[in-house]
């Protein structure tokens, strides 16, 4: 029977919910391939802007997102402690790998 000290914590789970939307997964998904403003999210995901902004708001709460800003607009990346596998498809969240394809 596992050990309850070897079972995921608060905060992975945490994370895990956060990420267990197709909008925020989609983020993160076009992130992994390199920084992107809020136009160019948009771009691609074709939603309202206050909504993309919210779910980057939940993003940068959970400490899976990073902004930074750039002239009038804000330049998204994977936070620094999101591993990305040297493949570039494939995050570590420290409790768990999560592959995307």
């Known amino acids: 029977m596992p050990n309850k000290k070897n079972l995921p914590q608060q905060p992975c789970a945490d994370k895990l919910k956060v990420l267990g939307d197709t909008t925020r997964l989609s983020v993160m998904s076009l992130l992994m391939a390199k920084p992107l403003t809020v136009t160019e999210l948009n771009a691609v995901l ?56």
């Open 46 to 101: 074709e939603m309202d802007q206050s909504l993309l902004s919210h779910h980057l708001k939940i993003l940068r709460d959970a400490g899976l997102v990073s902004s930074v800003r750039e002239g009038k607009g804000m330049l998204y990346s994977l936070a620094e402690d999101v591993d990305l596998s040297r493949s570039g498809n494939m995050i570590n969240l420290g409790c768990c790998k999560l592959k995307f394809e």
